[in-house]
């Protein structure tokens, strides 16, 4: 019987698909197995004779080095893990299998890539941290900085950008963007943006796919709503690191799915505050949202010695229009008259709707008594125009009552009871005017 050959020790440890070496006291490798060129990126030859501190990633030196203290003080060590920079330069993780020899003044390793199951066990761990952040995030502006910050810990990127889209103007809107290399545009038609157009117009099955963008790449997938795209999340790539792979696509369309359910969440949230806080006909703000105003604006002038105005208005002539006209004429003149009054006061002013042909507007921080009597002339001439309604022509001036703080009233109830006041004094006055409490027509 003829023996089998012997297969030389070396050539066996090259046949397995983790790198076995053996370093010396100082950590110099004295022998590598093939296999490090498959883990690592270099050959055995490139490695002899170099430290493995110096492949391992910066961070996770002292913690091996206290490690290898241990090895050599008689503590094998059968799965401590660190990471190495691969000769391409992305990060490997590993897992250690050593043991330290007394007599040979060597420790021997076994490395086993451990890279994809880290990667896996991240991509996982930031799935959920993704499907945490949309259910727990308060505002949207935060939902947007926390997902950019989860997908840049996944994927290497540059830039982040949310693109919403508004279907009945076929308009985007850029509310969030961050990083370098991709400017936020401004909002503009959808025609105007190829790639996102393609992304939100695209069947909602469809696989979202890179495009060029210069000399790097980015990823655009769409944001759906029940099937419905609702906008787009886009992503760009760093240079040194330009394309994006299967399962980069896959994670950040979960990132988008949910997202988007948490982007119709909060509109959702937004739409019944709006309600619950403004008069439904005229868009204008109800007397609790009007009053919360009043109270935050005095708190402001008492703090700062400032002075503010409110003005009570009441149509003269509505019952009469609206009993000649009927309700539909009535509830489009009530919308035009919520227009002028808009038109007619600052940006920093409030109007509101009291109820019935009732307003008030809240004159925030004013310098003199005067500066409300402009304002109120400014209102009796915009409401003194006719209004064009359903071919009808009409005319329905208010009267105006002003009541200043602090000089008729320290509380909101107060002031808007002596603008009331005034306001039926300016009525008792013929209407189409304004009184200041008490009783002082203009």
Sequence with gaps: MIPAPLIPHDKL???????????????RFLSVSA?????FGYTPEELIGRTTFELMHPDDREATRQIVERITAGQPSGDHENRYVHKQGHIVYIMWSTQWFEAEQVRVGVARDITARKQAEARQAAVYAVSAAAHSAETLPALYQRMHCLIAQQLPIQAFSVALYDAEHDQLSFPYHAGDGLTAPPPAPLAGYPSLARTIRSHPQSTAKPEKSGQSHQLCVPLLHDGTPIGALTVQSRRSNPDFNARDTEFLNFVASQLAT??????????????????QLTQLPNRALFMDRLQGALMRAQRGGGQ????????DSFKQINDTYGHAVGDHLLQQVAVRLRQSVRESDSCGRLGGDEFAVLLDSIRQRQDAASVAKKILSNLGSPFLIEGHSLTCTPSVGIAVYPEHGQSERQLMHHADNAMYAAKRNGGAGYAFFPNDPA
């Design 308 to 315: 503010l105005a409110v003005l009570y208005l009441d149509l």
């Design 262 to 279: 948490a982007i119709n969440r909060h509109r959702a949230h937004e739409k019944l505050s709006f309600l619950a806080q403004h008069d």
């Design 13 to 27: 440890l090259d046949l397995l698909l983790d790198v076995v070496c053996v370093v010396n006291k100082e950590g």
């Design 35 to 39: 296999a490090s060129e498959r883990v």
